[in-house]
């Protein structure tokens, strides 16, 4: 039998973790597989494991850390989960709403999400950075199904600027001169955790999705439901299924994220410093 998801059921967990860092936080952070060095950039760190949050969910994935972490970075108040949670963990699509409704909670002004992903588009190496400014999603489940909880938002609702507009200008500027290689583009969300066949992904290029994942989707729908602005950025680290020759390996994914995580890193503190 499914829980029943309620406003209160979230805001058990907001209640406890605005007990412990007293204030409100300008900016929410999301780190994908393999990108959670950026947390070593926050300064006065106050870890919280997700475990002992109240009605709060757990990473199971090796190289996601497990902890929201609060501090500051380029002088703005930052809350910041270091691992995120994907459906191929076991979840229902109705308990990955539960990092955005913190956010909103707690009162963060706006989110970042960042993911590793599969590169579609041929022009696209590993290394490069995607501005995700839409998204593809043909698996037919939605956190918001279920009973409409109206606290955060309307049972139906617009999604045209889910990625927010003026949020991918901002981060374009704070990429120039960085070194990186950056595209704006669609994200195409599987649910894993087999990567794709080539089959797919020749699919997905032909639905003109530029690049491929299992996150980011259905934090940006919630996010989108409650009214709360969001910027996606992924990071190619391979190529999809079928792109080239080369088998895919999470160890690769790993290896190239690390390759550009101190560049990367620079570019997404030079963009909570601009917003």
Known sequence: MKHEYTFDYFKKSADYVRNIIGEEPDAALILGSCLGGFSERIQSPVEIDYKDIPNFLTSTVQSHAGKLIYGTVAGKKVICMSGRFHYYEGYDFEQLTAPIRLFKLLGAKYTIITNAAGGVNTSYKPGDIMIISDHLKLTGASPLCGKNIEEFG????????????????????????????????????????????????RAARILGADAVGMSTVTEALTAAHCSMPLLGISVITNMAAGVTSEKISHDEVGVVAETVSGRFGDCIEKIISAV
């Not at 990186?180 to 969300?189: A, N, S, W």
């Open 154 to 201: 309307p049972r139906f609702f617009d999604v045209t600027d889910m990625y927010t507009a003026s949020l991918r200008k901002i981060a374009f500027g704070c990429a120039e001169n960085s070194g990186l290689t950056v595209h704006e583009g669609v994200y195409m969300y599987f649910t894993g955790p087999q990567f794709e066949t080539p089959a797919e992904i």
